[in-house]
Each structure stands twice: as structure tokens, then as C-alpha cells.
């Protein structure tokens, strides 16, 4: 049976606009003036012949009408998306987009990924480096690399590797006049601090691993902040301080001699990094590639270079 039907494009607009409860925001999504938003949704407004949106402020409100046919409406764009990418991976067209971390990207995907690419050069690979969550039915994301507690029901779930976090730092600061004999030592020194925006609360400070160490009384929680754990690392190879690192971030820079793990105090966390995709596109045959060497890459990791890290110092 044919239905009548309001323009996509009017549906589009009110779908962004309910869902970010901001015209602005919806017109940045959707590559729009303001103007085109709020004349799309007056269009559906009339041809419904109903009010979905309200001013509120310098925001919108929903009507009842509109909170009510917002989530048939986030699930029908994400099916349609879902068909899309069907149709894609039987014609092999479209690019292979992955979301990950900064500094997972930096440190440990992007050195690896031609061992990837060399072997699929049918496969035109783009990363995204951010931390930003990924919203799978409104970005032409396909799989996202996280770092998190895997308690995520509405996505295909695999753990890639677990962590433990140490503090780390260019070997020349075992050496001079202040020299990290023991954790004391570390009061001649500048701590660099990760000011990670992660909600887990096993994951160390300085002054968590200063205790845990028993020196918290005799070495001040002093030095620069930063937002990336990768800057954080790039900081330590190059000898301006002691950072505390997440064992997979650091593994190579380790085994290559640039870092060193001046103690062993090392402190596990709960947070791990997992690979995450929307069920249905474990099956698509691109990212199902990308999946099967992904896994298959850090079980080695795992197994081989994690496990044959070299020791700590003291």
C-alpha cells in the first residue's frame, strides 16, 4: 500500500534538530544553514499538520508529538544506513573507516597498519584519530577502536588488550645528579600528569602511585598537564620528566630503548581497549578483513612483545 509521505530532507532536519535539541547543531551535521533546518521542520509541521518543536530560550523543546516519533525515526535512518552499507559491500565501494584514540592511534595502530593495508590494497583505509564516543547510526564510521569497561550492549564487542600502569622515563635519568635509584628519587624530577577524561576509578595519579609506593610524604604531586596520553609518553622519550603509562601505549618505545621503567610498582587497571562495531557490519566483508587481522594482531601483541617487555630497573 502506498503512504503519503513528508520529504526526507524535512525528516532529516527534524530527526538531527530533536536529537541534539539544537538547530545549530543539526545544521552543522547535516552541512546546513540554521535557516535550512528551522524551514524544513516548519514544512513538516504543516504537512503533518502538527507542532513537534517548540522555542525554549535560546534552545527548542519537544512537543509530546515530537518525543514520540523521535526514536522511530533515529531507527529508521540507522537502518537505512544499515542498507546502505549492505549495498556497498556487495559492489566492494566505499572506504574502510575506523575511530580511534589518539594516542592508541599514534602509539600502537598506526605504526602496524601496513602489515594491514599491503595485503588489501582493495581496501581504501581512513583512520579518524578522537576520543570522541562514536554514534555508529549518524557517522560514516565503521568500526571504532575504544578504551573503556566493554559494557556496551547496542554494539559487536571484542577485547583487544587489558593494561597495567607504570611510570616510565628516558634512561638518561638514571644517570646524572639526581638519579631514579628509588621512588624518593623521584622528588628531583618533573611528574608529568595525563589528565585522562576516563571514568575509571582503578586507574592511578601520581598521588595514587606515590602511596601505593609508600614516598607520598616526601615527593610533591608538581609538573605540566596534559590531555593526551601520547603527549604525556612523547614528553618522557624526550627526557623532560617521569609519566605514568599505560602498558600498551609504551611497549615499543620500551623494547626499542627509548623508555625504561625506572621501578616496578606497576598498579592493573579496568579499563582496556576494545574493538566495537554495529552487529550487523561484523559480517560486511571489509570489516570483517580488518577484524580478522586486528585480533589476530594483538593476540601476538599479547603474547610475544607484552610478554617479553624488558624489566624494570629497580
Known amino acids: 500500500m502506498h503512504i503519503a509521505m513528508p520529504s526526507l530532507n524535512s525528516l532529516r532536519a527534524f530527526e538531527a534538530a530533536a536529537r541534539h535539541l539544537s538547530y545549530t547543531r543539526a545544521a552543522e551535521e547535516l552541512s546546513v544553514t540554521t535557516a535550512a533546518i528551522s524551514h524544513q521542520i516548519k514544512a513538516l509541521?504543516?504537512?503533518?499538520d502538527i507542532t513537534l518543536v517548540k522555542r525554549n530560550g535560546r534552545g527548542i523543546a519537544l512537543t509530546d508529538a515530537g518525543r514520540a516519533c523521535l526514536p522511530a525515526l533515529s531507527d529508521g535512518f540507522a537502518r537505512l544506513a544499515e542498507a546502505v552499507d549492505v549495498i556497498r559491500s556487495r559492489t566492494g565501494?566505499?572506504?574502510?573507516?575506523?575511530?580511534?584514540?589518539?594516542?592508541?592511534?599514534?602509539?600502537?595502530?598506526?605504526?602496524?597498519?601496513?602489515?594491514?593495508?599491503?595485503?588489501?590494497?582493495?581496501?581504501?583505509?581512513?583512520?579518524?584519530?578522537?576520543?570522541?564516543?562514536v554514534d555508529f547510526s549518524h557517522e560514516d564510521v565503521d568500526l571504532a577502536i575504544i578504551y573503556g569497561d566493554g559494557q556496551r550492549e547496542d554494539v559487536h564487542l571484542d577485547l583487544l588488550m587489558r593494561n597495567e600502569v607504570f611510570p616510565v622515563c628516558t634512561p638518561k635519568l638514571l644517570e646524572g645528579p639526581h638519579p631514579l635509584n628509588e621512588p624518593a628519587d623521584l622528588r628531583f624530577h618533573h611528574l608529568l600528569h595525563h589528565d585522562s577524561p576516563n571514568p575509571d576509578d582503578t586507574a592511578p595519579d601520581w598521588g595514587t602511585w606515590l602511596k601505593a609506593?609508600?614516598?607520598?610524604?616526601?615527593?610533591?604531586?608538581?609538573?605540566?598537564?596534559?590531555?593526551?596520553?601520547?603527549?604525556?609518553?612523547?614528553e618522557c622519550v624526550a627526557g623532560h620528566g617521569v609519566g605514568l603509562a599505560r602498558s600498551s601505549l609504551v611497549a615499543d618505545d620500551l623494547r626499542a630503548g627509548r623508555l625504561v621503567?625506572?621501578?616496578?610498582?606497576?598498579?592493573?587497571?579496568?579499563?582496556?581497549?576494545?574493538?566495537?562495531?554495529?552487529?550487523?557490519?561484523?559480517?560486511?566483508?571489509k570489516v570483517a578483513a580488518f577484524r580478522e587481522w586486528i585480533l589476530a594482531e594483538a593476540k601476538s601483541y599479547r603474547e610475544t612483545e607484552l610478554a617479553s617487555l624488558p624489566p624494570a630497573v629497580r
Open 45 to 48: 509541521e504543516e504537512y503533518l
Open 93 to 133: 565501494s566505499g572506504p574502510l573507516t575506523i575511530r580511534a584514540t589518539s594516542s592508541f592511534a599514534s602509539k600502537w595502530l598506526v605504526p602496524r597498519l601496513d602489515r594491514f593495508t599491503t595485503p588489501h590494497t582493495e581496501i581504501d583505509v581512513r583512520v579518524s584519530a578522537s576520543r570522541r564516543p
Open 213 to 234: 609506593a609508600g614516598v607520598a610524604d616526601q615527593v610533591q604531586v608538581r609538573g605540566p598537564h596534559f590531555d593526551r596520553a601520547a603527549l604525556v609518553i612523547d
Open 261 to 285: 621503567r625506572p621501578f616496578s610498582l606497576s598498579i592493573p587497571v579496568k579499563f582496556a581497549y576494545y574493538l566495537v562495531m554495529p552487529s550487523y557490519k561484523v559480517r560486511l566483508p
